[in-house]
């Protein structure tokens, strides 16, 4: 009912004018403006469908503490940020779930902030706080892998932020706040959260420099719970305790609930800063710098209360007539101090000539200075204070990048013939020990519990003709070819004993691209795109280390990559004050690098879960994305989408339980609608609404209670925004998101009811 309540909606701007497929500079803007305002990456001769929302649209349309939120309204994306500050938030696109970090790319001024050491949504998840909210001018989102410009990651999508760069003296200061109540079994509280940031810049003479601070201060809601399967049999064993919850696991198991974990309050501090340099009037020399600060404490609540009123954490209890054995794990491993420093860094020089050639060249590193993770192992309550732990590291892990572009008009800026061509290399390390800790919270380093590390390199070289046939046929034919390279794999485990060393191993892969576009008239595009992709496996899909009973396995470190056939048909008719496009996309997937249950060791009757290659999945569906201005009156404007998804598996050796099964992660519908009405100059008032009906997380779909912890529900939430402006240089709002209370899960409980209020001083 709701996607037809979206359907609907965007059904209403098809009247004298309509809505807009992506948002579009405005007509009156001239064609150099309009280059100067987009990415790093000249996204306008890119062949791609794509989307953009403005600094301008992100101020008056959504409410926004961290960079990921400006994501929130655009086509086919969601964004799985749990609290304000979530340092796990990865993308899913049209095709692809939450679990699939590695199918994007995402950039800041051409800095990869895309962490595809992993393909996941926890450690691989986009590093996010490298960015500062205020000094975004634009996001840019490409669908699908149809510029032979971009590696086989861009298969679900890439997205390019550009921070503004000043012309003059200018300078600004927010100060923000949100107070979220959230109720959920034994947990009824509000938790707070401020940001303040501050930037400044100028241009001096061929000079021009950005800086920005950002700190924020999050407590966020519980965003993990200590369960239980109810056992069959009754028992009196064990101390009677109450205050658990009974509930069902995604697979409707009736479980019980007996806390909940981790309950975060995270410090970040930001430092980003960006300075450009004319070498002459069409060559500029850049240099992006973000510096990321990230302490994290979490924290725990049990609901279990023994008969003198004590908070209950481990040993053998009874709960309504039943025995239960606690680990002391069940509440200690939501307990964790993280303390990470992270630094990006990128070096570019470009030519913009306008003329017959010119060329770009980047180079970008990215650090983890530090990032540790210090757990307890031992029984809460005492492990609150001291006791035995562990420490996990990502120290010294990290990737760079380099790529080098040339463009080519041999008949000048209006000719009809445009070639692109260029190389790449790309490498990621991931360097990930385990330490045993006598005192958890600051004692030192002890015996190495584990270790896992890996490299990969890819190098690739790559061509695209964009050539116009005629005044209203565009064909652009694109080639990649990829050499990859995987490398300096370990596996280590004191106990249970493991020392492996894994083999290094080579691929190549060649990515086919075209896209033909046809414009009849001024107001009418359609387009027909298809292209090849090969998404090599990261560093932890190779290098997994399972548990299979009392041993540990190594499953696969020969995976081979996902090979990826996309295709897209769309249309698209254009307005003055707005435009509609309809897009109709397939993709085809063999070797699809999923986590499934299988033998292991692979001769065995032994079963466990770990990343696969399966052998063919197939997504297709529908898209449509619309926006439109002065919709009944003056000042209204609205904007939206609708997609629907049909994804499943359709072949796979390993495990017959998956075929015709639902792909992981792609909801069937999903969309959302934004309404921004400028009451007065001062005033903006704006209304959204989000949709999503669920999805599974198990790729035999034997999930299917998803309305609890671990399962995948869908919802639909809606948000508002007033913007004021006080002065010339002082603006107030206040929003609300999630104004219903919604109570959902994608996996974790997701916020409620947030009230946010911003104020902000620019010079």
């Not at 241009?203 to 239980?228: C, E, Q, V, W």
């Not at 046939?469 to 004993?497: C, H, Q």
Request: hydrophobic share 40%; aromatic share 10%.
């Amino acid at each position: 009912m709701k996607s037809l309540l979206l359907a609907s909606a965007c059904a209403l701007a098809l009247g004298p004018v309509t809505w807009a497929a992506t948002i579009l500079p405005d007509t009156t803007v001239s064609p150099v403006d309009v280059i100067a305002s987009v990415s790093h990456f000249d996204i306008a001769t890119l062949p791609n469908t794509r989307a953009s929302v403005t600094a301008e649209e992100i101020v008056k349309t959504i409410n926004v503490f961290t960079p990921e939120d400006t994501l929130r309204y655009l086509p086919s994306l969601t964004v799985r940020s749990r609290h304000v500050g979530d340092t796990q938030s990865p993308v899913a696109t049209r095709t692809s779930g939450l679990g699939a970090s590695a199918r994007s790319l995402i950039y800041v001024d051409g800095v990869l902030i895309s962490s595809l050491i992993g393909n996941n949504n926890t450690s691989a998840s986009p590093k996010w706080g490298l960015v500062s909210p205020e000094a975004i001018e634009r996001v840019d989102v490409l669908y699908g892998p149809f510029s032979a410009a971009f590696a086989g990651n861009s298969i679900g999508t890439v997205i390019a932020f550009t921070q503004r760069m000043p012309t003059k003296l200018e300078g600004s200061a927010q100060l923000q706040g949100q107070s979220q109540a959230f109720q959920k079994y034994g947990d009824d509280d509000s938790y707070g959260t401020w940001r303040f940031a501050a930037s400044l810049g100028d241009r001096i003479g061929k000079a021009a420099f950005r800086l920005s601070y950002n700190h924020l201060d999050a407590h966020s809601h519980p965003l993990t719970y200590a369960t239980a399967t109810v056992p069959t049999a009754a028992s009196a064993a064990g101390t009677p305790v109450t205050g658990a919850f009974n509930d069902n696991n995604r697979t409707a198991v009736p479980i019980l609930v007996l806390g909940s974990t981790g309950i975060e309050h995270q410090v970040q501090d930001n430092f980003s800063g960006r300075l450009t340099y004319d070498l002459t009037p069409a060559l500029t020399a850049a240099y992006t710098l973000g510096l990321f600060s990230n302490k994290d404490d979490s924290t725990v609540n049990s609901y279990l209360r023994n008969a003198a009123g004590q908070t209950v954490y481990t040993g053998q209890v009874n709960i309504a007539g039943r025995a239960y054995t606690l680990a002391n794990t069940a509440f200690s491993n939501g307990v964790y101090n993280m303390n990470e420093l992270l630094l990006a860094q990128g070096l570019s020089m470009a030519s913009s000539t306008g003329g017959v050639f010119d060329f770009d060249i980047v180079g970008t590193r990215f650090d983890y200075l530090k990032a540790r993770q210090r757990i307890p192992s031992g029984a809460l309550p005492a492990a609150f204070t001291s006791g035995a732990g562990s420490l996990a590291s990502t120290d010294d892990t990290g990737w760079y990048t380099l790529d080098a572009k040339g463009t080519w008009r041999p008949q000048g800026i209006d000719g009809a013939k445009i070639v692109t061509f260029g190389a790449h290399q790309d490498s990621f390390k991931l360097n990930s020990p385990r330490y045993a800790l006598a005192d958890w919270i600051s004692g030192p380093i002890g015996a190495t519990q584990s270790f896992s590390r890996g490299r990969t390199r890819t190098r690739a070289v790559w061509a695209q003709d964009a050539w116009t046939i005629s005044p209203k046929v565009t064909a652009t034919l694109g080639l990649r070819i990829e050499s990859w390279r995987a490398y300096n794999g370990l596996n280590y485990s004191a106990a249970p004993a493991l020392n492996r060393d894994q083999p290094e191993i080579k691929r190549t892969a060649v990515s086919p691209k075209a896209v033909l576009a046809y414009a009849p008239s001024g107001d009418w595009r359609l387009k027909a795109s298809v292209g090849a992709a090969s998404r090599f496996p990261t560093v932890t899909e190779l290098y997994q280390s399972i548990t299979v009973g009392t041993a540990l396995q190594v499953p696969n470190p020969n995976l081979k990559p996902e090979k990826a056939l996309s295709s897209e048909l769309s249309v698209e008719r254009l307005w003055d004050d707005g435009s509609l496009r309809l897009s109709v996309f397939d993709e085809r997937i063999e070797d699809t690098l999923l986590s499934q249950t299988a033998p292991l060791p692979v001769s065995s009757t032994t079963l466990a879960s770990y990343v696969q290659n399966v052998d063919r999945t197939h997504v297709t569906g529908v898209e449509l994305v619309a926006s439109r201005r002065d919709v009944l009156v003056r000042g209204l404007e609205l904007s939206g989408w609708v997609t629907y998804a049909s994804g499943e598996v359709e072949k796979d050796a390993a495990f017959a339980a998956a075929v015709g099964k639902r792909l992981p992660g792609v909801p069937r519908w999903r969309g959302s609608v934004v309404a921004s009405y400028a009451v007065t100059p001062k005033l903006d008032l704006s209304l959204a609404a989000r949709y999503s009906d669920r999805q599974f997380s198990a790729i035999d779909n034997s999930d299917r209670y998803a309305n609890t912890y671990q399962g995948f529900g869908g919802y639909f939430v809606a948000d508002a925004k007033a913007r004021y402006r006080v002065s010339g240089h002082l603006t107030a709002s206040l929003g609300v998101n999630n104004i219903g209370g919604r109570d959902y899960f994608l996996f974790h409980p997701f916020p409620q009811r947030s009230v946010v209020a911003d104020l902000s001083w620019t010079y």
